[in-house]
């Protein structure tokens, strides 16, 4: 039986094959028969896809629990808000809110171009081919599935409550990390569309169409990636926001992409022969990745904490992104063995073009070191039926091999920003110095400040090679940030004196965009190579109001304690009581003094528990990190961690969306051909 | 043009020295599992519970079941410093039939056992019985008189 909900899925495929068929005969036969259809047909389409998302969200609020979806997602006693967010907590709800979105893109694209030049055509026609793609997609999962289908028993059985969300997820972060993250996913389309009718007709407008979607892709790929590491910061107790977990590692690989693809457009916009390959495959290689993503996050295979489990969408992600491998390779080969228009003469590796490529790989670099530590695990799994790791503990795999590229990264950026034909002599020369003090930066041993933490019990098993580049000193980290960081302050300074506004406005979100990179690293680097860790204490709650030692000079006190109910106060909480919070107020001493107090809370619920620790932050950028893992025997087990530097990377993040949002909020004028 | 040749050639032999590397490192060095045996803190465990038991049977000896998963960062601590613990490594290997299960893998036997996260684990005699349960990423200062009583248990039987 077709449920309401699935109808409309039928019924926005429908619409967007006409409107798809409409493109299609004006393109092919030039024939103008379902001209006037296309845009009401792909505005239908996306109302319907509207319509559906809000029928999942009412059935969710409502809790409707004869659906399957609903009933694994949801229960009763949950707070509205975890209602509606319940509805993108599964893989059937996200795919939902992905094709959703593509088709808010589909039907942007059709409101401001009208159809109107052969490019605006060309890219809706594969938009729409991957929007009904996508379409397809949600329907075979469809969240709209109800208990009774394949079950004729189950028929007039109501659920009387569901399974309930996981109480990792009962978290503001993890409310708005979904969305961002997909809305990303679905605003690259656009860009990938733009780039590959570029490679097949060269129609020079690619660019101008898709920068601003490609700016809005990274700002909500970057903040879904950031958010899911402050969520991981705050709830997880992974103790730290980033652990090189196969999902967050696999959206960051589009992310640097996509970077790179910023990057390469900034000088194919001013000169329409610079990067003509090398960014529309950029922007088709983050799309491909963006699918690859999906297939992580969601196929089962990548052994991750974020279990999802099931298969069942696995192959037809993999045809989509086989696919769109191969054209865009196709095409990206033909482009390149065709006589080039115009002759870019060679200047050597010295100059802006050069440098700038040199940025390119790097990115492609980083981003294939993600890439390869988390595929040849599961390949070699695969194929030889061979449990490995990628090293004895995973997360130094990414730190080696990433860390000496990061560096050239950073050189790169400090001797591009400011870069000037006139004053290369000096720059390079100041290049030089940097590079050569990084060099002799990695020699020097400190205690313990090295690219892998010699005192951790993984290091004497890492392989050789590893332990070599493990052994760098994380000094040399300076010479290069901060070489980057007067590069930018240099910039600023230079152009804050621009005549126009909107040159000043733009490169003030440059400034910000580039000196995040600068904090985030820094206060990645520092907080978790210097951060001090107290485990095991187990302060017994008999002792409340008293100061308890609990070593390496910290002491704490534990202020109050006290159990609620997530549900706000009513009738059902106190019956049901099934997500139950336990609330520890506590005040962290070192000698004499506080250094910090706050609440660490223990969430019981339907599905598992969730920790949500006290951090205290200072104006130091340290922060005084709490982990309370729940009352057990009148015992109040609890981490202590102090992490040094750490806001600077929260810091970073912000400006590097308030960055980006400044320089999508200023146009920048099209460069006249010729 | 020819720079930007050569630079992409450089960095593609690069990228396909990285691969090739890594690739044959985790494939002799960095094991964790083959078909028969996982090998976890330096130990060598069946992967099969059945066979488990054959062998307990036989041998007369406990069985240790060891619920891991292979992004468990306490797991790899666990492993590190409470299995591979040398006192308590030579009693595992010498008074224990060891078994490895894998939670992505081996749900249902988690299931079975009421085993709910990784690291986790199980003692159990060759009838099937539960002797003891150590959930969580323990110390060898908790570990080490658990293994101890439980050999003994079993022997004194």
Request: net charge positive; glycine share 8%; charged share 15%.
């Amino acid at each position: 039986m077709v449920t309401f909900g699935d109808g409309l899925l039928y019924a926005s495929a429908v619409a967007g094959v006409i409107a798809l068929a409409g493109l299609l005969l004006k393109e092919l036969k030039n024939s103008d028969v379902l001209k006037d259809l296309i845009s009401p047909m792909i505005l239908a389409c996306t109302w319907l896809l509207t319509f559906a998302y809000l029928l999942l969200t009412y059935y969710f609020v409502a809790g409707d629990f004869t659906l399957e979806y609903v009933w694994q997602y949801s229960s009763r006693d949950l707070p509205l808000i975890y209602k509606i967010s319940g509805a993108w907590a599964g893989q059937p709800g996200t795919y939902l809110l992905w094709v959703w979105v593509i088709f808010l893109s589909a039907a942007w694209l059709a409101l401001t171009t009208k159809h109107a030049t052969p490019l605006s055509r060309r890219t809706q026609i594969i938009t729409l081919i991957i929007g009904i793609y996508f379409i397809l997609i949600t329907r075979v999962l469809t969240p709209f599935k109800t208990i009774y289908e394949g079950r004729p028993d189950l028929i007039g059985y109501i659920p009387p409550d569901g399974s309930g969300l996981n109480a990792l997820l009962v978290n503001f972060w993890m409310i708005i990390h979904p969305p961002l993250m997909f809305i990303g996913y679905a605003a690259i389309t656009i860009p990938f569309a733009a780039a590959i009718v570029y490679l097949l007709t060269k129609d020079d407008g690619w660019e101008e169409l898709s920068r601003q979607w490609s700016r809005f892709t990274w700002l909500f790929l970057g903040m879904g990636i950031a958010v899911g590491g402050v969520w991981a910061y705050l709830v997880l107790g992974w103790g730290g926001f980033w652990a090189w977990d196969p999902v967050e590692t696999a959206s960051f690989i589009p992310w640097l992409t996509l970077t790179a693809y910023l990057h390469a457009a900034a000088l194919h916009r001013k000169n329409r022969s610079t990067f003509s390959i090398a960014a529309p495959i950029l922007a088709a290689v983050s799309f491909i990745l963006v699918l690859y993503a999906a297939i992580v996050v969601r196929s089962g295979l990548f052994n991750s904490v974020h279990a999802f489990g099931e298969a069942s969408t696995g192959t037809l992600l993999i045809i989509s992104l086989f696919a769109s491998a191969l054209v865009s390779g196709g095409l990206g080969m033909r482009r390149y063995l065709e006589e080039p228009d115009k002759i870019e003469e060679d200047r050597g590796f010295w100059n802006k073009t050069s440098i700038f490529y040199v940025t390119l790989l790097v990115f492609v670099i980083l981003a294939f070191v993600s890439f390869w530590g988390i595929t040849y695990p599961v390949f070699i799994q695969l194929t030889q039926g061979l449990k490995v790791g990628v090293a004895s503990d995973t997360k130094n795999f990414f730190n080696v091999w990433s860390y000496p590229f990061t560096l050239v990264l950073l050189l790169a950026l400090g001797f591009c920003l400011n870069y000037s034909e006139k004053e290369k002599k000096k720059q390079k020369k100041i290049l030089f110095i940097v590079a050569g003090l990084t060099i002799i930066a990695m020699l020097v041993r400190l205690d313990n400040f090295y690219v892998l933490d010699h005192n951790s019990p993984f290091w004497l098993r890492e392989p050789e090679i590893y332990k070599l580049i493990g052994s760098i000193s994380l000094l040399s980290i300076f010479p290069p940030l901060i070489y980057a960081g007067m590069a930018v302050a240099d910039y600023l300074i230079r152009n804050l004196g621009a005549t126009s506004k909107r040159a000043r406005i733009k490169s003030t979100g440059l400034t910000m965009v580039h000196i995040a990179v600068v904090l985030i690293l820094l206060g990645s680097i520092i907080s978790s190579t210097r951060e001090e860790k107290i485990e095991g204490i187990n302060i017994p709650l008999s002792a409340k109001g008293e100061l308890v030692d609990i070593g390496k000079g910290y002491a704490m006190k534990i202020v109050d304690f006290s159990t609620r109910s997530l549900t706000e106060a009513g009738g059902e909480a106190a019956s049901s009581g099934d997500y139950t919070v336990q609330s520890v107020k506590l005040e962290v001493y070192k000698g004499a003094s506080i250094i910090g107090s706050g609440t660490a809370e223990y969430l019981a619920g339907k599905s598992g528990s969730g920790t949500f620790p006290m951090v205290s932050s200072s104006i130091t950028g340290t922060d005084v990190y709490v982990i309370f893992q729940g009352l057990g025997g009148g015992f109040v087990p609890l981490t202590l961690q102090i992490k040094p530097a750490i806001n600077f990377v929260w810091i970073g993040i912000v400006l590097f969306a308030a960055g980006i949002i400044l320089i999508m909020a200023v146009k920048t004028k099209k460069v006249k051909e010729g | 043009m020819k720079t930007k040749k050569l630079l992409s050639i450089f960095v593609l032999i690069l990228l396909l020295g990285f691969a090739y590397i890594t690739y044959n490192t985790s494939l002799e060095k960095i094991r964790f599992s083959d078909q028969n045996y996982s090998y976890l803190g330096d130990l060598t465990w069946y992967r099969s519970l059945d066979r488990g038991f054959e062998v307990a049977q036989q041998e007369n000896k406990p069985i240790a079941v060891y619920f891991w998963a292979i992004w468990c960062q306490y797991c790899a601590g666990f492993q590190a410093n409470t299995l591979g613990n040398p006192e308590i490594k030579s009693i595992l290997e010498k008074d224990y039939v060891l078994v490895a299960m894998d939670l992505d893998l081996d749900r249902d036997v988690a299931r079975r056992y009421g085993v709910s996260y990784p690291p986790y684990v199980l003692f159990l005699d060759s009838n099937d019985r539960v002797l003891d349960r150590v959930p969580g990423a323990v110390g060898p200062g908790t570990f080490l008189p658990i293994v101890t009583q439980v050999r003994d248990q079993v022997r004194s039987k």
